[in-house]
Structures are given as structure tokens and as C-alpha cells.
């Protein structure tokens, strides 16, 4: 069974910065892809970045992109998402998302679809 925790979340002002952690385990869990989304009370759940494990090839939606920065330790098996530049729409509950399959599918990784497993989220207030 495969289990991802989020930490990191908490309460910042507008401008400031956070630095979630999403620390996967699993005897035999290999990531393919780790991503972050995000999701706003009343809101669909948005794609907010995404990593391949190997390469290190990232993607991130033009909202989030030149502020955010997702990253990995290979060995702790744990994906990182450092927030810069804060700003009160980016207030949402943060969830990471894991795909262990390298088959293709019909979803790509900007869909939530695409993912296998998910953490239980972590609240990200920005005030204004």
C-alpha cells in the first residue's frame, strides 16, 4: 500500500513563501510521475505542477509558473513544491498526487485522472 503525507502548509502573508513536502512510502512504491494540485473551497481541484521521477522534466500551468518550483529527493522518495511570491488566490488545500504506471493512458498528467495514488492535503492560507 502506498501512502503519501503532506506537510509544510500554514498560514502567510501575500508575497511571502511556503515549502510543501509530500514524503511517499511503500515497500515497493517507484514513482513514475509526482505532481501537486490545489483545490479552493467551491472549486474544481486544479493542477498546480508535476515532476517525472526520472529526468527530472517538470510542468507547471502558466498561474503557478516562475513562482513555483516542484523538486524531488531520490532517496527519501519525497517531492517538494516551493512557493514564492504568494498571493491570496493561492489559497487552497494542497494535495500530491503519485502514478507508479509508465503505461500510457488517456489522461495526461495535468489531470487528476492521471494519478494513482494521493495524499490527504494540506491547508495554504495567503492573507492579503
Known amino acids: 500500500q502506498v501512502q503519501l503525507v503532506e506537510s509544510g502548509g500554514g498560514l502567510v502573508q501575500a508575497g511571502g513563501s511556503l515549502r510543501l513536502s509530500c514524503a511517499a512510502s511503500?515497500?515497493?512504491?517507484?514513482?513514475?510521475?509526482m505532481a501537486w494540485f490545489r483545490q479552493a473551497p467551491g472549486r474544481e481541484r486544479e493542477f498546480v505542477a508535476a515532476l517525472r521521477w526520472r529526468g527530472r522534466s517538470t510542468l507547471y500551468p502558466d498561474s503557478v509558473k516562475g513562482r513555483f518550483t516542484i523538486s524531488r529527493d531520490n532517496a527519501k522518495i519525497t517531492v517538494y513544491l516551493q512557493m514564492n511570491s504568494l498571493k491570496p488566490e493561492d489559497t487552497a488545500v494542497y494535495y500530491c498526487?503519485?502514478?507508479?504506471?509508465?503505461?500510457?493512458?488517456?489522461?495526461?498528467?495535468?489531470?487528476?485522472?492521471?494519478?494513482?495514488?494521493w495524499g490527504q492535503g494540506t491547508q495554504v492560507t495567503v492573507s492579503s
Open positions: 498526487a503519485a502514478r507508479d504506471s509508465t503505461r500510457p493512458g488517456p489522461y495526461g498528467p495535468e489531470s487528476s485522472a492521471y494519478y494513482d495514488y
Open positions: 511503500g515497500r515497493t512504491f517507484s514513482p513514475y510521475v
